[in-house]
């Protein structure tokens, strides 16, 4: 995995700009398809079947970011390592 302090900059950049990416876009489309759909003239009909879902996946698409954020993926797969390090020479 990344070890150093640029390498684990660079991934928590970057998953900070994708979650970012996808608040936005949540915001601009579900704002846009409301709009349409208040607008429509038969009330709220159908804008809240993309709202909800897509709400769900942003969800854990932000829970995901901050769990990764705090290491716990590093510190698993440090445990993961040492784990299969005390067991590789039993494999042989």
């Known amino acids: 995995m990344e070890s150093t ?15 970012m990416w996808h608040i936005g876009t949540f915001v601009v489309v579900n704002a846009f398809l409301w709009f ?12 809240y079947w ?3 879902p897509w709400g769900v ?3 854990f698409h932000t829970l995901s970011y901050f769990i990764d954020s705090s290491g716990m993926t590093e510190r698993k797969y ?8 005390q067991r590789a020479p039993q494999d042989h």
């Open 57 to 59: 996946a942003l969800g």
């Open 5 to 19: 302090p640029e390498a684990r900059a660079r991934k928590r950049a970057k998953a900070y700009y994708g979650l």
């Open 36 to 47: 349409i759909d208040i607008n429509g003239g038969n009330g709220l009909d159908w804008a």
């Open 50 to 52: 993309t709202t909800i």
């Open 78 to 85: 440090e445990k993961f390592l040492e784990t299969e390090k």
